[in-house]
């Protein structure tokens, strides 16, 4: 059964800093291109940010993050990573990992609110 489990949300002022971890169980995750996902209140989800599955470890960013959040992931941890610097209140939202494009197993989330 596959797992996702993500911490690290918070509230934090408009230009600071988290980091965001995802545990990940119940796959082969060294195969699998992983992302991290931002639902902001009463939208949909969107990808944010993937990494690729290979040892290259090609990143790709939404246009409204790139420069300020980084992925990142450790295969021997089965976990994937999420630097967000200068942060903005847009930024608001419950941040998801999973599989790019994702499978039908989603965790709980973890709430980032970005106050301005």
């Known amino acids: 059964q596959v797992q996702l489990v993500e911490s690290g949300g918070g509230l934090v002022q408009a230009g600071g800093s988290l980091r965001l971890s995802c545990g990940v169980s119940?796959?082969?995750?060294?195969?699998?291109?992983m992302g991290w996902y931002r639902q902001p209140p009463g939208k949909q989800r969107e990808l944010v940010a993937r990494?690729?599955?290979?040892?290259?470890?090609?990143?790709k960013y939404a246009v409204d993050v790139s420069g300020r959040f980084i992925i990142s992931r450790d295969n021997i941890k089965k976990a994937v990573y999420l630097q967000m610097n200068s942060l903005k209140p847009e930024d608001t939202g419950v941040y998801y990992c999973?599989?790019?494009?994702?499978?039908?197993?989603w965790g709980q989330g973890t709430q980032v609110t970005v106050s301005s």
């Open positions: 999973n599989q790019d494009p994702p499978s039908e197993y």
């Open positions: 990494i690729s599955s290979d040892l290259r470890a090609i990143t």
């Open positions: 119940g796959m082969f995750f060294t195969n699998n291109a």
